[in-house]
T-cell receptor
Framework: EAGVAQSPRYKIIEKRQSVAFWCNPISGHATLYWYQQILGQGPKLLIQFQNNGVVDDSQLPKDRFSAERLKGVDSTLKIQPAKLEDSAVYLC?????????????FGQGTRLTVV | AQSVTQLGSHVSVSEGALVLLRCNYSSSVPPYLFWYVQYPNQGLQLLLKYTSAATLVKGINGFEAEFKKSETSFHLTKPSAHMSDAAEYFCAVSEQWNYGQNFVFGPGTRLSVLP
């Protein structure tokens, strides 16, 4: 079974530039998450999709971050314009969400450095 | 919202020694708890999960964790550390949030294994 795929693995941009990350979840997983992991901290949820609908985006800085999952499969996360504090690893995860005991499967992440 | 604390941001053990990583949670309802491991430049991988079937949960790579309701704890242990166990370990709780399943992660504990 293929895992969660993310690209790119690494990205370096200057502040005020824009950047996009891509995620392809495990086939059949209805729920897709985007997490932000700042160095030395645990992952923090940015946005959660159930199929192609947004379940929770309360922690997404909507003035600069946007995300979509148009066909209910793969997803893109965009930052425009980027700030220095956006430097982090962006993790995508997916789950069948059949219950609260269902685990999430994570991709390898995209490490973003804003200079 | 639930929360997770992990005592000790960095734990060092000698190879062959006992590994003990601490996790405490706050929850007003029976929790669903998870331990994930993150190797350098990798995503998170599930070690084990507690789903109320048994208080002692065995996971991959020789790890196990014991759920203690009276202590609101879910500590992770391994009898004998290997060099390959060096990684970041995250405890997480699953909760119902905005019609979806959300994972709340602790800040993580970095495990170093000394030869």
């Amino acid at each position: 079974e293929a895992g969660v795929a993310q690209s790119p693995r690494y990205k370096i941009i200057e502040k005020r530039q824009s950047v996009a990350f891509w995620c392809n979840p495990i086939s059949g997983h209805a729920t897709l998450y985007w997490y932000q992991q700042i160095l030395g901290q645990g992952p923090k949820l940015l946005i959660q999709f159930q199929n192609n609908g947004v379940v929770d985006d309360s922690q997404l800085p909507k003035d600069r971050f946007s995300a979509e999952r148009l066909k209910g499969v793969d997803s893109t996360l965009k930052i425009q314009p980027a700030k220095l504090e956006d430097s982090a690893v962006y993790l995508c995860a997916s789950s069948t969400s059949e219950g609260l005991d269902t685990e999430a499967f994570f991709g390898q992440g995209t490490r973003l450095t804003v200079v | 919202a639930q929360s997770v604390t992990q005592l000790g941001s960095h734990v060092s053990v000698s190879e062959g020694a006992l590994v003990l990583l601490r996790c405490n949670y706050s929850s007003s309802v029976p929790p669903y708890l998870f331990w994930y491991v993150q190797y350098p430049n990798q995503g998170l991988q599930l070690l084990l999960k507690y789903t109320s079937a048994a208080t002692l949960v065995k996971g991959i790579n020789g790890f196990e964790a014991e759920f203690k309701k009276s202590e609101t704890s879910f500590h992770l242990t391994k009898p004998s550390a290997h060099m390959s166990d060096a990684a970041e370990y995250f405890c997480a709780v699953s909760e119902q949030w905005n019609y979806g399943q959300n994972f709340v992660f602790g800040p993580g504990t970095r495990l170093s294994v000394l030869p």
